[in-house]
């Protein structure tokens, strides 16, 4: 597992598996968001099989499958929503990548500052740049 803040309450991963729960909860998350749809994985990977696991542990999980065209302005606000928690939050897709850029798309519309929102996409490890034009749209319409 490959966990990479992009927020004090928020971080990404690429795909996780039940194995990785316990480690999950260690590290202090309250809530999982699944951003990958199922199509992609074997069935051990299924949204339902890494929710069951989730929830045996005590967490809560949230599936929001994504794909780069299924990013709509109410996918980004169902993501916004599912990260106000009681605590830090972990999503996962393929790479973590899709999870870093419907986050910062919601940051965007919320008037966030495009540069703090790119520098913290490039800590974690992701480059977001050819967002940018989008990111500066979303931010100048908030």
């Known amino acids: 597992m490959d966990i990479r803040t992009l927020t004090p309450r928020y971080a990404v991963t690429p795909q996780i598996t039940a194995e990785d729960i316990d480690a999950i909860k260690a590290a202090g998350f309250t809530r999982v968001i699944c951003n990958r ?24 999980f949230v599936a929001l499958p994504l794909t780069y065209p299924t990013m709509t302005p109410e996918a980004i606000a169902q993501h916004m929503a ?15 990548t899709r999870c870093t850029t419907i986050w910062a798309l919601g940051r965007a519309g919320q008037g ?15 480059d977001l740049a050819s967002l940018r034009p989008r990111l500066d749209d979303l931010a100048a319409s908030a």
Request: charged share 20%.
């Open 112 to 126: 966030a500052n495009v540069d703090d929102i790119l520098a913290a996409a490039a800590r974690a490890g992701y």
């Open 82 to 96: 599912a990260l106000e928690a009681d605590g830090p939050v972990l999503a996962y897709c393929a790479s973590g």
């Open 37 to 60: 749809p199922d199509a992609e994985n074997p069935p051990d990977l299924f949204a339902a099989e890494i929710e069951a696991a989730v929830r045996a542990a005590g967490l809560e």
